[in-house]
Protein backbone atom coordinates (compact mmCIF):
# COMPACT_ATOMS: atom_id res chain seq x y z
CA UNK A 1 0.00 0.00 0.00
CA UNK A 2 1.22 3.41 -0.92
CA UNK A 3 0.99 6.06 1.47
CA UNK A 4 -1.21 9.17 0.50
CA UNK A 5 1.20 12.27 0.83
CA UNK A 6 -0.19 15.60 0.55
CA UNK A 7 1.88 19.31 -0.24
CA UNK A 8 0.38 22.28 0.97
CA UNK A 9 0.75 25.15 -1.30
CA UNK A 10 -0.17 29.36 -0.04
CA UNK A 11 -1.28 30.83 -3.47
CA UNK A 12 -0.96 34.26 -4.17
CA UNK A 13 -2.23 37.32 -6.42
CA UNK A 14 1.26 37.86 -7.73
CA UNK A 15 4.55 37.22 -6.91
CA UNK A 16 4.99 40.36 -4.76
CA UNK A 17 2.49 38.67 -2.27
CA UNK A 18 4.72 35.27 -2.13
CA UNK A 19 7.33 37.11 -1.65
CA UNK A 20 6.53 39.06 1.00
CA UNK A 21 5.19 36.02 3.05
CA UNK A 22 8.31 34.57 2.19
CA UNK A 23 10.09 37.25 3.87
CA UNK A 24 7.67 36.78 6.97
CA UNK A 25 8.42 33.32 7.28
CA UNK A 26 12.05 33.51 6.97
CA UNK A 27 12.35 35.93 9.45
CA UNK A 28 10.74 34.21 11.82
CA UNK A 29 11.77 31.02 10.85
CA UNK A 30 9.32 28.90 9.56
CA UNK A 31 10.63 26.63 6.57
CA UNK A 32 9.07 27.00 3.30
CA UNK A 33 9.67 27.10 -0.36
CA UNK A 34 9.16 28.93 -3.30
CA UNK A 35 7.22 26.65 -5.76
CA UNK A 36 5.46 26.54 -9.04
CA UNK A 37 2.19 26.65 -8.48
CA UNK A 38 0.30 23.18 -9.80
CA UNK A 39 -2.10 23.92 -12.48
CA UNK A 40 -4.82 22.17 -10.61
CA UNK A 41 -4.75 24.73 -7.39
CA UNK A 42 -4.98 28.29 -9.44
CA UNK A 43 -4.43 30.20 -12.41
CA UNK A 44 -3.35 33.23 -10.57
CA UNK A 45 0.18 33.51 -9.84
CA UNK A 46 3.17 30.99 -10.98
CA UNK A 47 4.61 31.25 -8.08
CA UNK A 48 3.26 29.66 -4.74
CA UNK A 49 4.98 28.72 -1.24
CA UNK A 50 5.44 25.17 -0.20
CA UNK A 51 5.07 24.58 3.37
CA UNK A 52 4.71 21.23 5.62
CA UNK A 53 1.77 20.33 7.27
CA UNK A 54 3.00 20.44 10.72
CA UNK A 55 3.44 24.67 9.81
CA UNK A 56 -0.31 25.15 8.09
CA UNK A 57 -1.61 26.23 10.99
CA UNK A 58 1.44 28.49 12.03
CA UNK A 59 0.89 30.24 8.21
CA UNK A 60 -2.64 30.55 8.42
CA UNK A 61 -1.97 32.48 12.09
CA UNK A 62 0.42 34.72 10.66
CA UNK A 63 -1.82 35.78 7.35
CA UNK A 64 -5.07 36.51 10.02
CA UNK A 65 -2.44 39.14 11.92
CA UNK A 66 -3.15 42.22 9.69
CA UNK A 67 0.35 42.72 7.97
CA UNK A 68 -1.57 43.29 4.51
CA UNK A 69 -0.20 40.30 2.68
CA UNK A 70 -2.84 39.30 0.28
CA UNK A 71 -3.08 35.74 -0.60
CA UNK A 72 -5.68 33.15 -2.34
CA UNK A 73 -5.94 30.41 0.00
CA UNK A 74 -3.95 27.50 0.61
CA UNK A 75 -4.18 24.16 -1.18
CA UNK A 76 -3.78 20.81 -0.63
CA UNK A 77 -2.13 18.86 -3.23
CA UNK A 78 -1.86 15.10 -3.24
CA UNK A 79 2.09 14.39 -4.17
CA UNK A 80 2.30 12.72 -7.30
CA UNK A 81 5.99 11.73 -6.78
CA UNK A 82 8.08 10.50 -4.06
CA UNK A 83 11.33 11.20 -5.82
CA UNK A 84 12.35 14.41 -3.55
CA UNK A 85 10.83 15.69 -0.36
CA UNK A 86 9.74 18.70 -1.86
CA UNK A 87 8.82 20.31 2.08
CA UNK A 88 12.41 21.31 3.66
CA UNK B 1 38.58 65.81 -20.64
CA UNK B 2 37.13 69.33 -19.33
CA UNK B 3 36.16 70.22 -16.11
CA UNK B 4 32.47 70.11 -16.25
CA UNK B 5 30.12 72.19 -13.71
CA UNK B 6 26.52 70.38 -13.84
CA UNK B 7 23.92 72.58 -12.26
CA UNK B 8 21.05 71.21 -14.36
CA UNK B 9 19.86 68.37 -11.13
CA UNK B 10 16.58 69.82 -11.64
CA UNK B 11 16.18 68.18 -14.79
CA UNK B 12 17.99 65.43 -13.25
CA UNK B 13 21.02 64.52 -10.84
CA UNK B 14 24.26 63.62 -11.86
CA UNK B 15 26.18 62.45 -10.79
CA UNK B 16 24.29 59.67 -9.21
CA UNK B 17 25.44 57.98 -5.69
CA UNK B 18 28.53 55.25 -6.68
CA UNK B 19 26.08 52.65 -5.23
CA UNK B 20 22.85 53.06 -7.92
CA UNK B 21 25.83 52.35 -10.47
CA UNK B 22 26.54 49.13 -8.81
CA UNK B 23 22.85 48.16 -8.44
CA UNK B 24 22.31 48.89 -11.99
CA UNK B 25 25.26 47.04 -13.65
CA UNK B 26 24.90 44.17 -10.94
CA UNK B 27 21.38 43.72 -11.76
CA UNK B 28 22.25 43.64 -15.47
CA UNK B 29 25.63 41.03 -15.24
CA UNK B 30 24.22 39.01 -12.26
CA UNK B 31 20.30 39.04 -12.30
CA UNK B 32 18.61 39.81 -15.70
CA UNK B 33 15.78 37.72 -15.32
CA UNK B 34 12.40 39.38 -16.12
CA UNK B 35 10.32 39.61 -12.65
CA UNK B 36 6.65 37.99 -12.55
CA UNK B 37 7.32 35.56 -15.49
CA UNK B 38 7.32 32.09 -14.23
CA UNK B 39 9.18 31.24 -11.03
CA UNK B 40 12.61 30.04 -11.46
CA UNK B 41 14.77 31.58 -8.50
CA UNK B 42 16.42 34.60 -10.77
CA UNK B 43 12.73 35.15 -11.61
CA UNK B 44 12.24 35.78 -7.92
CA UNK B 45 14.90 37.26 -7.24
CA UNK B 46 14.38 40.15 -9.94
CA UNK B 47 10.52 40.27 -8.32
CA UNK B 48 12.45 40.63 -5.08
CA UNK B 49 14.42 43.98 -6.74
CA UNK B 50 11.11 45.59 -7.04
CA UNK B 51 9.77 44.56 -3.92
CA UNK B 52 12.80 45.80 -2.10
CA UNK B 53 12.23 49.29 -3.67
CA UNK B 54 8.43 49.30 -2.57
CA UNK B 55 9.41 48.59 0.53
CA UNK B 56 12.42 51.17 0.89
CA UNK B 57 9.74 54.17 -1.30
CA UNK B 58 7.03 53.16 1.49
CA UNK B 59 9.34 53.97 4.73
CA UNK B 60 10.37 57.30 2.98
CA UNK B 61 7.31 58.60 2.09
CA UNK B 62 5.99 57.07 5.45
CA UNK B 63 3.16 55.23 3.71
CA UNK B 64 1.55 51.47 4.55
CA UNK B 65 0.24 49.87 1.73
CA UNK B 66 3.82 48.62 -0.47
CA UNK B 67 1.68 47.22 -3.00
CA UNK B 68 -0.05 50.05 -3.72
CA UNK B 69 3.08 51.77 -5.19
CA UNK B 70 2.77 51.37 -8.77
CA UNK B 71 6.17 51.78 -11.26
CA UNK B 72 5.79 54.16 -14.23
CA UNK B 73 8.45 54.99 -16.64
CA UNK B 74 8.32 58.27 -15.53
CA UNK B 75 6.25 60.94 -13.52
CA UNK B 76 4.76 62.11 -16.72
CA UNK B 77 2.99 58.57 -17.12
CA UNK B 78 2.65 58.61 -13.29
CA UNK B 79 0.42 62.04 -13.84
CA UNK B 80 -1.90 61.13 -16.76
CA UNK B 81 -2.30 57.39 -15.24
CA UNK B 82 -4.27 59.18 -11.94
CA UNK B 83 -5.21 62.21 -14.17
CA UNK B 84 -7.29 60.25 -16.70
CA UNK B 85 -8.38 57.22 -14.63
CA UNK B 86 -9.80 59.25 -11.71
CA UNK B 87 -11.58 62.35 -13.63
CA UNK B 88 -14.48 62.41 -15.23
CA UNK B 89 -16.27 64.58 -17.39
CA UNK B 90 -18.27 66.98 -15.34
CA UNK B 91 -16.06 66.75 -12.39
CA UNK B 92 -13.88 70.27 -11.28
CA UNK B 93 -10.38 70.10 -10.29
CA UNK B 94 -8.54 73.04 -8.86
CA UNK B 95 -4.35 73.40 -9.74
CA UNK B 96 -2.16 76.31 -9.39
CA UNK B 97 -0.43 78.35 -11.94
CA UNK B 98 2.81 77.09 -11.19
CA UNK B 99 2.19 73.64 -12.23
CA UNK B 100 4.46 72.19 -14.89
CA UNK B 101 3.04 70.68 -18.21
CA UNK B 102 2.81 66.84 -17.07
CA UNK B 103 0.06 68.21 -15.14
CA UNK B 104 -1.36 71.18 -17.52
CA UNK B 105 -1.72 68.81 -20.73
CA UNK B 106 -3.32 66.32 -19.30
CA UNK B 107 -5.68 68.76 -17.81
CA UNK B 108 -6.30 70.55 -21.24
CA UNK B 109 -6.76 67.38 -22.81
CA UNK B 110 -9.23 66.20 -20.15
CA UNK B 111 -10.82 69.92 -19.96
CA UNK B 112 -11.53 69.49 -23.73
CA UNK B 113 -13.67 66.37 -22.69
CA UNK B 114 -15.64 68.55 -20.48
CA UNK B 115 -13.92 68.43 -16.78
CA UNK B 116 -13.83 71.71 -15.47
CA UNK B 117 -10.28 73.30 -14.43
CA UNK B 118 -9.52 75.97 -12.97
CA UNK B 119 -6.12 77.42 -12.53
CA UNK B 120 -5.39 79.20 -8.63
CA UNK B 121 -2.71 82.21 -9.23
CA UNK B 122 0.28 82.06 -7.23
CA UNK B 123 2.15 84.89 -6.05
CA UNK B 124 4.91 86.56 -8.13
CA UNK B 125 7.51 84.54 -6.57
CA UNK B 126 5.07 80.99 -7.00
CA UNK B 127 3.91 80.61 -3.92
CA UNK B 128 0.11 79.12 -3.06
CA UNK B 129 -1.95 81.03 -0.85
CA UNK B 130 -4.08 77.89 0.18
CA UNK B 131 -7.28 79.73 1.22
CA UNK B 132 -7.43 80.33 -2.36
CA UNK B 133 -8.41 76.60 -2.70
CA UNK B 134 -11.86 76.98 -0.60
CA UNK B 135 -12.32 80.20 -2.96
CA UNK B 136 -12.52 78.50 -6.08
CA UNK B 137 -14.17 75.15 -4.94
CA UNK B 138 -17.24 74.56 -6.33
CA UNK B 139 -20.13 71.49 -5.41
CA UNK B 140 -18.43 68.71 -8.19
CA UNK B 141 -14.45 69.86 -6.95
CA UNK B 142 -13.36 66.29 -6.77
CA UNK B 143 -9.45 66.71 -7.18
CA UNK B 144 -6.46 69.13 -5.96
CA UNK B 145 -3.82 68.63 -7.92
CA UNK B 146 -0.82 70.90 -6.21
CA UNK B 147 3.28 70.38 -7.19
CA UNK B 148 5.27 69.97 -4.44
CA UNK B 149 8.08 72.15 -5.50
CA UNK B 150 8.52 74.42 -8.96
CA UNK B 151 11.23 73.66 -11.03
CA UNK B 152 11.09 77.11 -12.29
CA UNK B 153 11.80 78.70 -8.77
CA UNK B 154 12.06 76.02 -6.61
CA UNK B 155 9.29 77.64 -4.58
CA UNK B 156 7.95 75.10 -1.99
CA UNK B 157 4.25 75.09 -2.10
CA UNK B 158 2.22 74.44 1.32
CA UNK B 159 1.10 70.78 0.99
CA UNK B 160 0.29 69.92 4.24
CA UNK B 161 -1.98 72.90 4.17
CA UNK B 162 -3.49 71.99 1.06
CA UNK B 163 -3.82 68.73 1.88
CA UNK B 164 -5.97 69.48 5.23
CA UNK B 165 -8.65 71.34 2.91
CA UNK B 166 -8.99 68.82 0.81
CA UNK B 167 -9.44 66.14 3.63
CA UNK B 168 -12.00 68.65 4.87
CA UNK B 169 -14.15 69.29 1.99
CA UNK B 170 -14.01 65.71 0.45
CA UNK B 171 -11.84 65.77 -2.15
CA UNK B 172 -8.74 63.62 -3.69
CA UNK B 173 -5.32 65.59 -2.80
CA UNK B 174 -2.90 64.83 -5.94
CA UNK B 175 0.74 65.62 -5.39
CA UNK B 176 3.64 65.82 -7.94
CA UNK B 177 6.85 65.70 -6.14
CA UNK B 178 9.12 65.89 -8.95
CA UNK B 179 10.79 68.19 -7.57
CA UNK B 180 10.80 68.37 -4.01
CA UNK B 181 11.15 64.28 -3.33
CA UNK B 182 14.34 63.86 -1.81
CA UNK B 183 14.46 67.62 -1.05
CA UNK B 184 11.74 68.67 1.05
CA UNK B 185 10.28 66.52 3.59
CA UNK B 186 6.83 64.13 1.50
CA UNK B 187 5.28 62.30 4.09
CA UNK B 188 1.43 60.96 2.71
CA UNK B 189 0.42 60.91 6.43
CA UNK B 190 1.07 64.37 7.66
CA UNK B 191 0.28 65.97 4.50
CA UNK B 192 -2.89 64.65 3.82
CA UNK B 193 -1.63 63.06 0.02
CA UNK B 194 -4.03 60.23 -1.10
CA UNK B 195 -2.29 59.97 -4.76
CA UNK B 196 1.36 60.43 -4.37
CA UNK B 197 3.67 60.83 -7.78
CA UNK B 198 7.22 60.40 -8.04
CA UNK B 199 9.76 60.58 -10.40
CA UNK B 200 12.98 58.43 -9.79
CA UNK B 201 15.89 60.21 -11.16
CA UNK B 202 16.12 63.86 -9.77
CA UNK B 203 16.01 64.14 -5.97
CA UNK B 204 15.80 60.58 -5.32
CA UNK B 205 19.08 59.95 -7.38
CA UNK B 206 17.85 56.96 -8.99
CA UNK B 207 18.11 56.65 -12.82
CA UNK B 208 15.89 57.89 -15.72
CA UNK B 209 13.02 56.22 -16.81
CA UNK B 210 11.89 55.49 -13.51
CA UNK B 211 9.08 56.63 -11.85
CA UNK B 212 5.62 56.13 -10.46
CA UNK B 213 2.78 56.61 -7.60
CA UNK B 214 0.85 55.78 -5.07
CA UNK B 215 -2.78 55.55 -4.37
CA UNK B 216 -4.37 55.29 -0.79
CA UNK B 217 -6.01 52.22 -0.02
CA UNK B 218 -9.93 52.67 -0.96
CA UNK B 219 -9.22 55.11 -3.78
CA UNK B 220 -9.72 53.44 -7.19
CA UNK B 221 -8.81 54.13 -10.61
CA UNK B 222 -9.03 52.99 -14.24
CA UNK B 223 -5.97 51.67 -15.70
CA UNK B 224 -4.07 53.86 -18.87
CA UNK B 225 -2.57 50.21 -20.35
CA UNK B 226 -3.52 46.83 -20.24
CA UNK B 227 -1.23 43.08 -21.13
CA UNK B 228 0.87 40.88 -19.63
CA UNK B 229 1.48 41.26 -15.82
CA UNK B 230 2.72 37.31 -15.21
CA UNK B 231 -0.37 36.97 -13.15
CA UNK B 232 -4.23 35.66 -13.84
CA UNK B 233 -2.36 34.67 -16.94
CA UNK B 234 -5.46 32.13 -17.96
CA UNK B 235 -7.52 35.20 -18.48
CA UNK B 236 -7.71 38.14 -20.81
CA UNK B 237 -9.24 40.47 -18.64
CA UNK B 238 -6.98 42.55 -16.67
CA UNK B 239 -6.09 42.04 -13.01
CA UNK B 240 -8.07 43.92 -10.63
CA UNK B 241 -5.24 44.34 -7.66
CA UNK B 242 -2.03 46.54 -6.99
CA UNK B 243 -0.13 46.80 -8.27
CA UNK B 244 -0.36 44.21 -11.00
CA UNK B 245 -3.49 46.61 -12.53
CA UNK B 246 -1.44 49.24 -13.44
CA UNK B 247 2.10 47.37 -14.25
CA UNK B 248 1.82 45.63 -17.53
CA UNK B 249 4.85 45.00 -19.64
CA UNK B 250 8.24 43.97 -18.31
CA UNK B 251 9.14 47.09 -15.97
CA UNK B 252 12.72 49.05 -16.30
CA UNK B 253 13.98 46.33 -13.23
CA UNK B 254 17.60 47.39 -13.35
CA UNK B 255 16.41 51.25 -13.08
CA UNK B 256 14.09 50.37 -10.40
CA UNK B 257 16.92 48.88 -8.40
CA UNK B 258 19.04 51.67 -8.94
CA UNK B 259 16.02 54.26 -7.66
CA UNK B 260 16.08 51.84 -4.68
CA UNK B 261 20.05 52.77 -4.20
CA UNK B 262 19.28 56.03 -5.01
CA UNK B 263 16.57 56.56 -1.67
CA UNK B 264 18.81 54.46 0.42
CA UNK B 265 21.57 56.66 -0.27
CA UNK B 266 19.56 59.53 0.89
CA UNK B 267 18.82 57.77 4.14
CA UNK B 268 22.29 56.40 4.77
CA UNK B 269 23.69 59.77 3.97
CA UNK B 270 20.51 61.83 6.02
CA UNK B 271 17.88 63.79 4.84
CA UNK B 272 18.62 66.48 6.97
CA UNK B 273 22.35 66.73 5.85
CA UNK B 274 21.51 66.71 2.26
CA UNK B 275 19.20 69.72 2.84
CA UNK B 276 22.16 71.45 5.17
CA UNK B 277 24.26 70.65 2.61
CA UNK B 278 21.89 72.59 -0.41
CA UNK B 279 20.56 75.45 1.99
CA UNK B 280 24.08 75.97 2.28
CA UNK B 281 25.54 76.77 -1.19
CA UNK B 282 21.72 78.25 -2.02
CA UNK B 283 22.52 81.15 0.57
CA UNK B 284 25.89 81.58 -1.37
CA UNK B 285 24.53 81.41 -4.31
CA UNK B 286 21.94 83.89 -3.98
CA UNK B 287 24.11 85.90 -1.88
CA UNK B 288 26.34 86.27 -4.47
CA UNK B 289 23.93 86.70 -7.55
CA UNK B 290 22.50 89.58 -5.52
CA UNK B 291 25.59 91.68 -5.64
CA UNK B 292 26.23 90.93 -9.46
CA UNK B 293 24.92 93.99 -12.06
CA UNK B 294 22.41 93.07 -14.24
CA UNK B 295 20.56 89.74 -12.21
CA UNK B 296 17.39 89.70 -11.80
CA UNK B 297 16.09 86.54 -9.46
CA UNK B 298 13.46 85.09 -9.66
CA UNK B 299 11.13 83.13 -6.93
CA UNK B 300 11.72 83.45 -2.80
CA UNK B 301 15.56 84.15 -3.13
CA UNK B 302 15.16 82.68 0.53
CA UNK B 303 17.02 79.33 0.84
CA UNK B 304 14.41 77.95 3.68
CA UNK B 305 10.81 78.48 0.88
CA UNK B 306 12.67 77.09 -2.17
CA UNK B 307 14.28 73.82 -3.25
CA UNK B 308 17.95 73.82 -4.43
CA UNK B 309 16.47 75.99 -7.80
CA UNK B 310 16.93 79.15 -9.06
CA UNK B 311 15.93 81.14 -12.19
CA UNK B 312 17.75 84.25 -13.18
CA UNK B 313 18.46 86.72 -16.02
CA UNK B 314 20.67 88.85 -17.30
CA UNK B 315 20.56 92.05 -17.88
CA UNK B 316 21.46 92.63 -22.00
CA UNK B 317 21.35 88.98 -22.36
CA UNK B 318 18.84 86.19 -23.60
CA UNK B 319 18.36 83.18 -21.45
CA UNK B 320 19.86 81.24 -23.84
CA UNK B 321 22.37 83.00 -25.07
CA UNK B 322 23.67 83.27 -21.00
CA UNK B 323 23.15 79.52 -20.92
CA UNK B 324 25.49 79.00 -23.62
CA UNK B 325 28.18 81.06 -22.66
CA UNK B 326 28.09 79.79 -19.77
CA UNK B 327 28.71 76.46 -21.41
CA UNK B 328 31.16 77.45 -23.61
CA UNK B 329 33.30 79.51 -21.73
CA UNK B 330 33.15 78.18 -18.13
CA UNK B 331 32.21 74.56 -18.73
CA UNK B 332 29.04 75.15 -16.18
CA UNK B 333 25.51 73.30 -17.48
CA UNK B 334 22.31 75.47 -16.53
CA UNK B 335 19.17 75.19 -18.66
CA UNK B 336 17.37 77.66 -20.28
CA UNK B 337 14.40 78.77 -21.78
CA UNK B 338 10.60 77.83 -20.35
CA UNK B 339 11.12 74.74 -18.66
CA UNK B 340 8.03 72.94 -19.78
CA UNK B 341 5.95 75.50 -17.32
CA UNK B 342 4.59 78.07 -19.27
CA UNK B 343 2.23 78.85 -16.55
CA UNK B 344 4.58 79.35 -13.81
CA UNK B 345 6.44 81.67 -16.26
CA UNK B 346 3.31 83.20 -16.32
CA UNK B 347 2.75 83.37 -12.69
CA UNK B 348 6.12 84.92 -12.49
CA UNK B 349 6.31 87.53 -15.32
CA UNK B 350 9.21 85.52 -17.75
CA UNK B 351 7.16 84.10 -20.50
CA UNK B 352 7.71 85.95 -23.21
CA UNK B 353 12.09 85.86 -22.21
CA UNK B 354 12.01 82.54 -20.23
CA UNK B 355 15.13 82.61 -17.17
CA UNK B 356 18.11 80.76 -16.98
CA UNK B 357 17.79 78.25 -14.49
CA UNK B 358 20.57 76.93 -12.03
CA UNK B 359 20.12 73.49 -10.07
CA UNK B 360 21.96 72.07 -7.28
CA UNK B 361 22.39 68.22 -5.61
CA UNK B 362 24.30 67.19 -3.03
CA UNK B 363 27.03 66.67 -5.36
CA UNK B 364 27.54 70.31 -5.86
CA UNK B 365 30.51 71.57 -3.74
CA UNK B 366 30.97 75.50 -2.51
CA UNK B 367 33.67 75.96 -5.55
CA UNK B 368 31.35 74.55 -8.00
CA UNK B 369 29.22 77.75 -6.62
CA UNK B 370 32.14 80.44 -6.36
CA UNK B 371 33.30 78.85 -9.94
CA UNK B 372 29.48 79.89 -11.22
CA UNK B 373 29.15 83.41 -9.80
CA UNK B 374 32.88 84.42 -10.87
CA UNK B 375 31.43 83.30 -14.31
CA UNK B 376 28.19 85.51 -14.00
CA UNK B 377 30.49 88.23 -12.85
CA UNK B 378 32.53 88.09 -15.90
CA UNK B 379 29.94 88.10 -18.21
CA UNK B 380 28.03 90.83 -16.70
CA UNK B 381 30.97 93.05 -16.66
CA UNK B 382 31.55 92.11 -20.06
CA UNK B 383 28.24 93.55 -21.10
Known amino acids: MTIEIYDYYVLFPNHQEGLRLHRKLKDIGIKCTISPTPREASSFCGMSLLVSEDNVRKVEEILAENNGIKTEGIAKIKRRTTLWNKTC | MKKIIYLDNAATTWP ?24 SSKTLEAAGVLLTTRETLAKFFNLSDVSRIVFTKNITEALNTVLKGYLNPGDHVITSSMEHNAVARPLNTLKNAGVEVTYVTCTADGSLYPPDLERYWKKNT ?55 TFTGHKGLYGPQGTGGFYIRPGLEIRTLVEGGTGSLSAETRQPDFFPDKFESGTPNTPGIAGLGAGVNFIQKTGFKAIRQHEKKLMDILLDGLQDIQGVAIYGPRDSHRQTPVVSLNLAGLECGELSFLLDENFGIMTRSGLHCAPLAHQTIGTLSRGTCRVSLSYFTTRED ?15
Open chain 2, 16 to 39: KPESVYQVIDNFNRNIGANPGRGS
Open chain 2, 142 to 196: RMVVLLAASNVTGTIQPLQEAGRICRERGAVFLVDSAQGAGNIPIDVIEQNIDIL
Open chain 2, 369 to 383: IETFLEAIRKISRAL
